[in-house]
């Protein structure tokens, strides 16, 4: 068992009732807080299941509003994490999926499972963002770099962006297709946790092959890619690159 | 967006056939939200995961695609007619259908009704009645396209029989024939403008014509067959052509859905006629908020995608 990620849950379940509840009217409140009682005494799959759907009409959707201070705390309790973008609906789905966080992984990987194949947009973007602070971290490596191969642009965002559970997580092949998928979307790579840490050869040189097929199509190469390759690449590569960004 | 526009619901159309190409056409031409019933694919599926992973697209997939070229997409869910004649899959299908009749974008059970007229279709028709009545969910009915007025009568008797309120109800693919009667019986009356086998366009003008616009509403049900994604911005052009009121085009166009569909609570003018500004992040009309292109409609009108827009591997 890991205890830091069981801790984690604990701590991230706190933070998120206490900034979430204050954005809430008495009625989404009452909901919430009878449903987080009734899985924590029944704990039941389908209940959560249902729960996690009906809390799209329950909860009135608004961003956390979180302060620098808040933030910090949300780091502290949990090294990485950064909710700055959530919502109070995908706040109160993470606390519901925490709610049984105890279970055994037997039992809770296939509970969340079952959740991932089910669900709407929004309802997975909800869970690849809680993956920072759910239990059994291993578990969801799979569905992790399953997420990154997503037509859904705003899917991969929520694996890819804001989010310290890939750089963790995900072996080196998963890791380098996701900052690849990433500069193929033109995302921020500067919002990818980890990435100067988990960088490497293998992954510059395909960022770098990636540069030379956009450079001949005469299309814009992505402006964050020389930063990410360049510690890897001989003097020459780097030389070839700067002459390309400079179209 | 040309703010002199009309803007256009499509209640009834089949996404998952579509291509890209539509949805820009549809965009272009003032389309700003769409319901996407379950249907069967064009042959019988043999297994429930087959069913599960097609109502995963409609939540997902098809929701997000739709949503890259500016259009709100929702969806119905149900067991269609069809494939309720396969007993043993329809029995796990109905097991399925509580894991998605409370998604986000999903506004009614549909499309279900009959098909043949078979026992089975009519047992799971009623079974998903019940379901409708028990979570208070719309209905959208596909009635027959042989002995169709027998079916559209029965359909009608049998929603009432399970004590469903009429104008909680949308009756499908309407004719000259059965329209009286699903007028007179307090129902939603739609009509699906597919060229030969169903509604025409010049004949939808006639029936606003004789009836005036209320409780009817003009669909495509655009599928993979010979069928026009752009019925509706059609129909509407013609009926103007023609002399209908603008108010009546309007309404069978675009207010009659909105009122029907409203009230399943989820379905709300607000999703389409502003930008969300909840999260900065979110990816809708082929650009972020955040990164604050030229709006994908514009680039449209000039006849060519942006390169960032609808980035698919």
């Known amino acids: ?247 | 967006m040309n703010q002199t526009m009309h803007r256009y619901i499509d209640p009834h159309i089949h996404l998952t056939s579509r291509t890209a190409n539509d949805l820009a056409a549809m965009r272009a031409n003032g389309i700003v939200a769409v319901i996407e019933p379950a249907f069967w694919l064009g042959q019988p599926r043999t297994s429930a995961g087959t069913f599960r992973d097609y109502f995963s697209s409609l939540v997902g997939w098809e929701h997000f695609r739709a949503g890259q070229f500016g259009i709100r997409h929702y969806c119905a869910i149900g067991l269609n007619s069809k494939e309720a004649n396969d007993e043993r899959l329809a029995e796990e299908v109905m097991e399925l259908l509580p894991q998605f009749i409370h998604k986000e974008n999903v506004v009614a059970i549909g499309e279900i009704g009959y098909d043949d007229m078979t026992p089975a279709e009519e047992k799971y028709f009623r079974l998903q009645l019940e379901l409708a009545r028990k979570h208070e969910l719309l209905v959208m009915v596909h009635t027959p396209h042989r002995n169709k007025l027998k079916g559209t009568l029965r359909s009608m008797a049998l929603c009432l029989e399970h004590g469903l309120e009429p104008e909680r109800v949308i009756i499908d693919h309407n004719n000259e024939e059965t329209v009286p009667h699903t007028l007179q019986q307090g129902f939603w009356a739609a009509f699906t403008i597919y060229p030969k086998t169903k509604m025409s366009n010049e004949r939808m003008v006639e029936i606003v014509r004789r009836y005036g616009s209320r409780q009817i509403i003009v669909d495509s049900s655009a599928d993979w067959g010979l069928s026009d994604p752009l019925a509706v911005p059609k129909t509407a052009a013609l009926m103007r052509l023609r002399g209908i009121p603008e108010a009546d085009v309007q309404a069978v166009c675009y207010g009659n859905a909105l009122v029907a569909y409203g009230q399943a609570g989820n379905f709300r003018e607000s999703d389409w006629l502003g930008p969300c500004t909840v999260d900065q992040r979110e990816f809708f009309a082929g650009n972020t908020v955040l990164r604050g292109q030229e709006p994908l409609v514009a680039v449209l009108a000039e006849g060519a995608l942006p390169e960032s827009a609808c980035l698919i591997e």
């Open chain 1, 1 to 247: 068992m890991d205890i830091r990620a069981v801790s984690r849950s604990v701590l991230a379940h706190e933070f998120l009732e206490f900034v979430t509840v204050r954005h809430l009217d008495l009625a989404a409140t009452a909901w919430l807080d009878g449903t987080l009682r009734l899985l924590a005494r029944e704990d039941s799959p389908t209940i959560l299941a249902q729960a996690f759907d009906t809390a799209a009409r329950r909860i009135p959707v608004c961003n956390l509003e979180l302060s620098s201070t808040e933030l910090a705390d949300a780091q502290r309790r949990r090294p990485g994490w950064q909710p700055q973008h959530w919502n109070t609906l995908q706040a109160a789905r993470t606390l519901l999926v925490l709610a049984l966080r105890h279970q055994p992984p037997e039992m809770y990987v296939p509970l969340l499972d079952g959740l991932f194949t089910t669900a709407s947009e929004p309802g997975l973007v909800a869970l690849y963002q809680s993956l920072p602070v759910l239990p059994y971290p291993a578990a969801w490596e799979r569905r992790a770099a399953e997420g990154v191969r997503s037509n859904m642009t705003s899917v991969v965002r929520a694996v890819a962006l804001a989010n310290p559970y890939p750089a963790e997580a995900l072996s080196e092949g998963a890791f380098n297709q996701m900052v690849l998928k990433a500069v193929f979307l033109d995302l921020p790579l500067a919002e990818i946790s980890g990435l100067a840490r988990r960088a490497n050869s293998t992954l510059a040189d395909m960022l770098l092959d990636f540069a030379r097929e956009r450079f001949a199509a005469r299309r814009r190469i992505h402006p964050e890619l020389p930063e990410v390759a360049g510690p890897f690449l001989s003097e020459e590569q780097k030389r070839q690159l700067d002459r390309m960004m400079k179209g």
